[in-house]
């Protein structure tokens, strides 16, 4: 099948090749991203109402309580993270990711995840490969096959700019099939499945890579097909569905989101924002968000969070180097 990007109306996303459109440092997925920003605020607002403080102060929880999100169009990682970098800030925290990480190397931002305070990992996501109802793929080896035959014919889209994980998927996928990555055409959409959905269902894009939250209802209603998922076992939301794994692809990908706050806040401070994300993570509320969303329960906090951090790190930047788009 050959890859279709042309005058159909509707977004225009940026084609990247390593001749193309030249990276911009944005984080993950929007529609995810705000999926989960907005758990966290209807859940930590749930826990500032049952107890009224922030954890072991007089003070109202509340009060300048942030929690930034790394997703806003043009605005980057460089500038989020330097707002974060307010050191001694006890009361702010940015939700981080995957996609951080890929973004900072990809762009070469001279902020690193290693001036902040880890605090706690909440989830791990794996991403789907899907197409829409009426396409020739009818299974990952189809899609291969197709692929290989013309790379430079087909076109991927996700829902993250240069760096994030559903632009990191497809170059490690064409990587473990045979595919040079420079050769991959990946459209990105950055926000997310709402701007996504439509170019896959209309052929703007022939494939798309995403989390698996992002499409369940699509999925569910017969317009998407998945043909697989990067986790390391099948996926309950999406029974019947074989991992890459298991389809013969040596390749596992998973997505994830935790909470960082800025170098230089207190012990007391940083024991305060584990406890609030302790008591987040043990709520029914919290559990439900997790089933709705098709995410998977990965918390850890504190020295356990900034081992996992770093090794990430070191893993995404081995990554990128690999693929070539350093």
């Known amino acids: 099948m050959r890859g279709r990007t042309g005058s159909r109306t509707g977004t225009r996303p940026r084609i990247a090749t390593r001749t193309g459109t030249g990276p911009r440092a944005l984080s993950g997925s929007r529609t995810r991203t705000r999926a989960l920003s907005g758990a966290l605020a209807v859940l930590l607002a749930l826990l500032v109402t049952?107890?009224?403080?922030?954890?072991?102060?007089?003070?109202t929880a509340d009060g300048g309580l942030?929690?930034?999100v790394p997703n806003t169009p043009g605005g980057g990682y460089d500038t989020?993270?330097?707002t974060v970098d307010e050191r001694g800030n006890g009361r702010l925290?940015?939700?981080?990711?995957?996609g951080v990480l890929g973004a900072s190397h990809v762009a070469?931002?001279?902020?690193?995840?290693?001036?902040?305070?880890?605090?706690?990992?909440?989830?791990?996501e794996p991403e789907a490969v899907v197409v829409r109802?009426?396409?020739?793929?009818?299974?990952?080896?189809?899609l291969v096959t197709g692929w290989r035959?013309?790379?430079?014919?087909?076109?991927v889209g996700g829902g993250s700019s240069l760096g994030g994980p559903d632009h990191l998927l497809p170059m490690a996928l064409a990587g473990a099939v045979g595919i040079q990555p420079k050769k991959?055409?990946?459209?990105?959409?950055?926000?997310?499945?709402?701007?996504?959905?439509p170019a896959l269902l209309d052929g703007r894009v022939d494939f798309a890579t995403s989390g698996i939250g992002e499409f369940l209802d699509q999925i569910a209603a017969g317009q998407l097909r998945v043909l697989a998922v990067t986790s390391d076992r099948p996926v309950a939301a999406l029974p019947g569905v074989p991992t890459l794994k298991a389809a013969g692809i040596d390749l596992v990908f998973d997505n994830w989101r935790g909470i960082v706050a800025p170098p230089g806040i207190s012990p007391a401070d940083r024991k305060r924002w584990i406890a609030v994300l302790t008591a987040l993570h043990g709520s029914r509320q919290w559990k439900a968000e997790l089933t709705r969303h098709g995410w998977t329960d990965a918390f850890i906090t504190g020295g356990a969070f900034a081992t996992y951090l770093a090794r990430q790190d070191k893993a995404v930047a081995e990554l990128v180097g690999h693929l070539g788009l350093d």
């Open 133 to 142: 109802k009426d396409s020739p793929y009818r299974t990952i080896a189809d």
């Open 50 to 59: 049952a107890c009224g403080t922030w954890p072991g102060t007089g003070d």
């Open 93 to 98: 925290a940015l939700q981080m990711g995957l």
């Open 108 to 124: 070469h931002t001279k902020v690193t995840v290693a001036r902040t305070t880890p605090i706690a990992r909440l989830i791990e």
């Open 66 to 68: 942030r929690i930034l």
């Open 149 to 155: 035959e013309s790379p430079g014919d087909v076109t």
């Open 80 to 82: 989020t993270a330097r």
């Open 184 to 197: 991959v055409r990946y459209a990105a959409y950055d926000g997310g499945g709402g701007e996504l959905l």
